[in-house]
């Protein structure tokens, strides 16, 4: 399996340029791969000419074109066989991996998830060789495995830090790598989610765009030019320092009053549970205000508008042509949506223009998705900078 995905590497900076431009646009004819990338006619034949020998990407007949014509025909439009390999992408949480199988274009074909019993860095790579196994099995072609991790990542490799599992500095890209016979790429699980986003998904083609996830903690992620901009933060806990309300509430993770204190799932239900002494889940607690049980409903409201002004200040400052919201807590805007959109109106010049924000109801397999066109990225493409 190794060796299938060793046969595409590596691929040279315009090699793999024209590789992206098919992943994402095609098919696409000679003609308009040329024109898109500024190549004469002769360094397009000289760089798709081992992407095609070596399977990356295939001649297809024209659409509309008779079948006597298309066979043969030296115009024909190249583009990728998308069920040609297959990627493997785990997200790792506090109790849980979920795991998925996907295209070359990251569409997903398979799902396995398995309780996470133990946060010993052995066992979980045990855990992640069974899954492998699991998924190989009906998908034998496997070219490569992208691992999503809450907290900082180094090299795309280093789980350095994990609040969630409790892991400093383990190499855990080194130890499935071992376990499983195919490489491995590792990263931060909201960088994952913003570049799946950015290739395939609501950030497609846009120049600046912006993700930001709501759930167990805060995500956020940059686009300009296309590209995500790595910073410090997103590996430790984007939105406790990020100050809402001063005189909002005091929660076990997060500053008073900060992004993280006012709208995470645990900092919700931590404030639910101290005023009612029952611990609810963060469903019920959504089910009841919009039931109008007033404790949820100041909760859920006061959460509603820390949201509208996160995407607001995040409007102001950055002029996303988009955003978007996702992840385990999107089910707030179905409650308190009204709120947050007044919010982020009050929030914003009068004659500001509306902010395209688009939410996805999102599970953890599009967390895992997004750790398998990470895979995608840097184990086909080569794109280590991407």
């Known amino acids: 399996m190794t060796a299938l995905a060793a046969s595409w590497l590596p691929l040279s900076p315009g090699e793999r340029s024209v590789a992206i431009e098919v992943l994402l646009g095609g ?3 000679r003609t308009e791969l040329a024109r898109r990338l500024d190549l004469s006619a002769g360094s397009l034949t ?9 399977g990356l990407l295939v001649e297809v007949p024209e659409a509309g074109a ?26 790792i949480t506090e109790d849980m ?13 398979a799902r396995h998830d398995r309780p996470l019993t133990s946060n010993d860095p052995a066992e979980v790579v045990d855990l992640l060789g069974e899954m492998t196994e699991r998924l190989a ?14 907290g900082l990542v180094e090299g795309r490799a280093v789980v350095g830090e994990s ?51 709501i759930g167990a903690g805060i995500g956020y992620g ?20 990020w ?23 645990p900092s919700i239900r931590y404030q639910v549970q101290a005023a009612t002494g029952r611990d609810r889940t963060y469903e019920e607690i959504l089910e009841l205000a919009a039931a109008g049980e007033p404790l949820s409903a100041r909760v859920i409201e006061e959460a509603a508008r820390a949201l509208g002004t996160l995407v607001a200040q995040i409007g102001n400052f950055v002029l996303p042509q988009k955003i978007l919201l996702a992840g385990e807590g999107v089910g707030l805007m179905g409650v308190a949506g009204k709120t947050v959109t007044e919010t982020i109106r009050a929030h914003r010049h009068p004659l500001a223009a509306p902010i395209d924000l688009e939410t996805k109801v999102s599970d953890f397999h599009d967390w895992a998705r997004g750790a398998a066109v990470l895979a995608i990225q840097v184990l086909v493409l080569g794109a280590a900078d991407a």
């Open 27 to 29: 098919p696409l004819s």
């Open 97 to 109: 991996v979920y795991g998925v199988v996907t295209t070359l274009r990251s569409e997903i074909v």
């Open 163 to 213: 609040p969630f599992l409790h892991w400093s500095d383990v190499p855990l890209a080194e130890l499935v790598e071992e376990r499983t016979g195919l490489p491995v790429v590792v990263e931060n699980d909201v960088a994952a989610l913003v570049e799946a986003e950015t290739w395939f998904g609501a950030g497609r083609g846009l120049d600046r765009f912006v993700v930001l996830t």
């Open 243 to 265: 100050i809402v309300n001063p005189n909002g509430p005091l929660t076990p993770d997060g500053a008073r009053g900060s992004a993280v204190s006012l709208l995470t799932i």
């Open 137 to 150: 099995g009906d998908h034998p072609r496997l070219a490569g495995i992208g691992i999503g991790v809450g």
């Open 66 to 91: 008779p079948a006597e014509v298309r066979q043969g025909r030296p115009s024909q439009p190249l583009d990728v066989v998308a069920e040609s390999r297959s990627f493997v992408g785990f997200k």
């Open 222 to 241: 940059l686009v300009l030019g296309g590209h995500r901009v790595p910073y410090a933060e997103e590996d430790r806990g984007f939105g406790r320092h």
């Open 46 to 54: 000289r760089l798709t000419k081992p992407l095609i020998e070596s």
